[in-house]
Structure formats: structure tokens, C-alpha cells
């Protein structure tokens, strides 16, 4: 399973940007994804979660500002991010679980996810 993101990049204050992550050597249709990310000097961090019934959590820090959806044909996956603020700067990872198709109360919790890709730089300033 490969997991790779893109859209990054630096942005001021109160600007948008659309993280996507392509995902290959997985066809099943039944996980949870997930982006996570980690802000300098802090522990990684869940930001938003879908699954398989495309109901999604989104953290509290994010609520109304970030959105996660899925292209399934594309096996994409997108966070929309709106009204970005400096604390939102970090490392943006997108994450695969392929043992739970529905939440579990656990969708933001990294243990819960098997793969991981590289991550993409988010930098609001």
C-alpha cells in the first residue's frame, strides 16, 4: 500500500488550501482514512477521519474549517482547509486502517492506522 499527499505549501493567514493523498496497492472499499499532522515540537495529532460509510470526525481544533472527503474511483483522498491560522502549520499525514470499515470512537487515534505516507508541509503564516 502506498500513501502519497500533496497540496501543501505556504499560505497567510485566513487562506485555504486542499491537501490530496493517492493511495495504490489497496482495492478494498472497506476502511477508515484519515489525516493526521504534527505541529513543531508536538505529538502527532488526528485532524479528520472517514470511513467506509463516509460518515467523518473531525477534531475539534479544525471543526467548521476543515472537511474530509474521498474520490473512491480516484482513491483519493482530500482535507479541505479553510480560514488556516499559524497554529495550524505542521507535517500533514494521510493514514490507512484496514481492519475497521466504521468508526470505532478511535478514528483519530494514530495506533488505529497501519499505513502512513510521507506526509505533505503545511506552513501558515
Known amino acids: 500500500v502506498q500513501l502519497v499527499e500533496s497540496g501543501g505549501g505556504s499560505v497567510q493567514s485566513g487562506g485555504s488550501l486542499r491537501l490530496s493523498c493517492d493511495r495504490s496497492?489497496?482495492?478494498?472499499?472497506?476502511?477508515?482514512m484519515a489525516w493526521f499532522r504534527q505541529r513543531p515540537g508536538e505529538e502527532r495529532e488526528g485532524v479528520a477521519a472517514?470511513?467506509?460509510?463516509?460518515?467523518?470526525s473531525v477534531s475539534g481544533y479544525v471543526t467548521g474549517r476543515f472537511t474530509i472527503s474521498r474520490d473512491i474511483a480516484k482513491k483519493t483522498l482530500y482535507l479541505e482547509m479553510n480560514d488556516l491560522k499559524p497554529e495550524d502549520t505542521g507535517m500533514y499525514y494521510c493514514?490507512?486502517?484496514?481492519?475497521?470499515?466504521?468508526?470505532?470512537?478511535?478514528?483519530?487515534?494514530?495506533?488505529?492506522?497501519?499505513?502512513w505516507g510521507q506526509g505533505t508541509q503545511v506552513t501558515v503564516s
Open positions: 472517514i470511513g467506509s460509510d463516509d460518515r467523518t
Open positions: 496497492g489497496y482495492s478494498y472499499n472497506t476502511y477508515c
Open positions: 493514514a490507512l486502517d484496514h481492519v475497521h470499515a466504521r468508526f470505532t470512537g478511535d478514528e483519530l487515534k494514530d495506533w488505529q492506522y497501519h499505513y
